[in-house]
């Protein structure tokens, strides 16, 4: 018997390479979130968001239940992920304005 329910989901070869990305600015509305990622270089001062993903506000909590449980996950079988101190971040801009 086939499980009505069933979502099948399809990843095509150039989404499974995956895009790097070192920073994620996160910003909401009322109706939702936006999480831009960019991948800085060193010593560049331009830097490009990557990939923009917006989410509605119950599936950003998801995503942070999921990435809470994921992280729980990974820690108990490779050890705490040690964060070290934040570096500055210079003012950001999108699109050359300020």
Do not use: C, W
């Amino acid at each position: 018997m086939e499980n009505k329910n069933e979502l099948s989901i399809e990843l095509s070869a150039e989404i499974a390479e995956g895009i790097y990305s070192n920073l994620a600015i996160i910003s909401h509305s009322t109706s939702e979130f936006v999480i831009d990622f960019v991948r800085i270089m060193p010593g560049t001062p331009k830097a490009n968001v990557k990939s923009r993903i917006i989410l509605t506000p119950e599936h950003a909590k998801r995503l942070l239940f999921a990435l809470q449980d994921n992280i729980t996950k990974y820690e108990q079988h490779n050890g705490k992920i040690k964060v070290g101190e934040q570096t500055a971040i210079p003012p950001i801009s999108f699109g050359g304005e300020a």
